[in-house]
């Protein structure tokens, strides 16, 4: 779960400048723009790298247990990641829990269904081995059980056992790495049992509202991309197919309430965009909430652990919240209206929306968005009192910059969407990075200035432009197969055509312009530098693909997408498709690459093996070419340890300035503590 900084000190945006002056060897904007706003004196104040990307005094990620009594959130324990728990109570003592980084994307936390204990996972040194942890909140000095304990072996949460229980279902693929088994714990006796086993063939398993395993998601055949079916389990053991689904369709499952004989599920069957279904058991038929004409239906949002969604998200551009029933709406603006009220919100949101609440539904957590605040609020119905848990950041709106939606007609006519971010107080073009997300199979998104690398960058003088290229998720079944066998051309050339944009709109210098990005985003640098479509001034590969043949050969035994992979790359079994995506792969035009570059990687990293940065460096070293290398020791695909998330941005905070012309805080004193 995301989290953000909370700091319990007066004078924060004071304290920050002063640290940021403090830091050693701080370099001064050198680009013409940026040098005429800070005499000025409207360039923002340079803040220090660990304001942005350190693990220092922070707070988040509320999640409020089922009888509605505690709160469990993620901060700072120490000098690492820990959580946290308390009383609803006001002013109640609460106990931290010394839990350390959990790994990529901050891990997972949750409670059980007794509101006693919690459980969390770990991926101690990025190799998406996780494993589970059981702590029980009434013994706060009892050490954690350690649920899955062997190394080497992937296990995760699928869903909660029965109302008040302290038992739930992880899947683990401790007997075969190939597939994931299912099995039930029990935090109470410490205890696990398998609950049934795979045979291969099992994609996912499914609970139901009543906290039993009530379906599986079965592919027909072994190799991947073969159809599927969705199954529900019945009295007498046996499985009845409720859906048959395609192999490069989608019919995600989000609840099944036997009791209401509903399941609700985000299909796009016989459709180019995710809609939001409804199937009745008894007759099968299928019903349509909710769609999007633009893009696919996001979240999907429930309240309380039986009934069905009572609305769901989409993203055009900014994210929007749609209620089924229009009076959910009006209630939560009710409730917008007393925390602006209250001073507890900044401005008006640009959406707000449950994220946890009792199981009676009288506590509610709502998590509101505006351009710069993220506030969690505690939302009482019975009483009608309204809190915010988290800090609030009033200096953001001084200091850091709004996330603007954008889009364009590529030259094809296909529409493109991005975001962009500009610098505080500079006018006219300026420097920018363009930041490619990775996938192809993913998106970027909106979100609200914060105290992220994303708005470091922004920090120090650079525009940030961000491409919802042809490829990416989230604009329909069509936009995704449009990179189809394209990802060394339209879709790069998407991302060219995006810089375009921003160059034509007097955004960015055409003269000072990088590219940055992480694993397919990491390829794409590569990609973009040899292209040249512009004069790209440098570029930053994070755990970058280079060798399209080695990482499908070599990726890890529990991914089941190697049909996707087929269908956007070629099929590595067939000589005539493997040469072409060889010939496609940065390692066969690592030559044309002119500009500097920032190599980065995990040595643990599962899905893009450090060999492919090897290469890349190694090859453009060898003829004399400037590349940086970082590797860190404990670190996958992502780098996600505040000690070398500091490293690597102190990095590329220097090598911006050098090749872009940016500020540069310099050394940060936060670089002298341990690794």
Known sequence: MKTQWMVRTVGRLGAL?????????????????????????????????????ANTERTGGFVMSPNGEHLL?????????????????????????????????????????????????????????????????????????????????????????????????????????????????????????????????????LIDTQGQLAGRVRQLARPDGSDSVIELLQPDGQWRVLQTVGGFDTFWVLRIDKAARRVWALSNLGRDKTALVELNLDSVEQRVLAEHDRVDLG????????????????????????????????????????????????????????????????????????DFDTAELLWDRQTGSVQRLNSQFKELAEVLSPTV????????????????????????????????????????????????????????????????????????????????????????????????????????????????????????????LAQKPHNYRCGVNVVGVAN?????????PFWRNRHYFTRTYGDVNKPDERADMLRNSPVSYLDQIQAPLLVIHGANDVRVLRQDSDDVVNALRHRGHQVNYLVFPNEGHSISKWQNRLAMWREVEDFFADCLGGQSAGFDYYQLMPR
Request: proline share 6%.
């Open 548 to 556: 399209w043949p080695r990482v499908i050969e070599n990726w890890p």
């Open 299 to 370: 979240q999907v949002l429930f309240e309380g652990r039986h009934g069905g969604p009572v609305g769901y998200v989409v993203e055009p551009g900014y994210p929007q919240v749609k209620h089924l029933n229009p009076a959910t709406g009006q209630e939560l603006q009710a409730v917008v209206a007393q925390a602006m009220q209250l001073g507890l919100l900044t401005a008006q949101p640009t959406t707000i929306r449950r994220s946890s609440g009792s199981t009676d539904g009288r506590r509610v957590l709502l998590r509101s968005l505006s």
């Open 73 to 205: 959130w993620s901060q700072t324990v120490g000098l690492d990641t820990g959580l946290a728990v308390r009383a609803i109570k006001t002013n109640a003592p609460l106990t931290a829990y010394p839990v350390g980084n959990q790994g990529r994307r901050g891990g997972y936390y949750n409670w059980l269904p007794n509101s006693r204990h919690f459980v969390f996972s770990k991926d101690d040194q990025g190799d998406e081995n996780t494993r589970l942890f059981v702590q029980d909140a009434d013994q706060g000095t009892l050490a954690p059980w350690v649920l899955t304990p062997a190394q080497g072996v992937r296990s995760f949460v699928v869903g909660m056992g029965p109302e008040g229980s302290a038992r739930f279902f992880v899947a683990s693929n401790q007997r075969d790495r190939a597939s994931f088994d299912l099995y039930e714990a029990d935090a109470g006796s410490r205890t696990l049992r398998e609950v049934a086993r795979n045979n291969g063939l099992v994609l996912n398993w």
């Open 405 to 528: 939606p954008f889009e364009f007609n590529a030259s094809d006519g296909r529409k493109i969407a991005g975001y962009l971010i500009r610098p505080r107080g500079v006018q006219g073009a300026t420097p920018m990075v363009v930041e490619i997300h990775g996938g192809p199979w993913a998106r970027d998104n909106w979100l609200p200035a914060a105290y992220n690398a994303r708005q470091l960058l922004v920090n120090r003088g650079y525009a940030v432009l961000q491409v919802n290229y042809r490829g990416s998720t989230g604009y329909g079944r069509a936009h995704l197969e449009a990179a189809n066998r394209q990802t060394n051309g339209r879709v790069q050339q998407d991302i060219a055509e995006a810089v375009q944009w921003a160059v034509d709109q007097g955004v960015a210098d055409p003269q000072r312009l990088a590219v940055m990005g992480g694993s397919f985003g990491g390829f794409s640098v590569l990609a973009q």
């Open 17 to 53: 400048v002063l640290a940021g002056a403090l830091t050693g060897c701080a370099v001064s904007p050198q680009h013409p723009q940026l040098q005429s706003a800070k005499v000025a004196g409207q360039l923002a104040p340079m803040l220090p790298v660990r304001a942005f990307v």
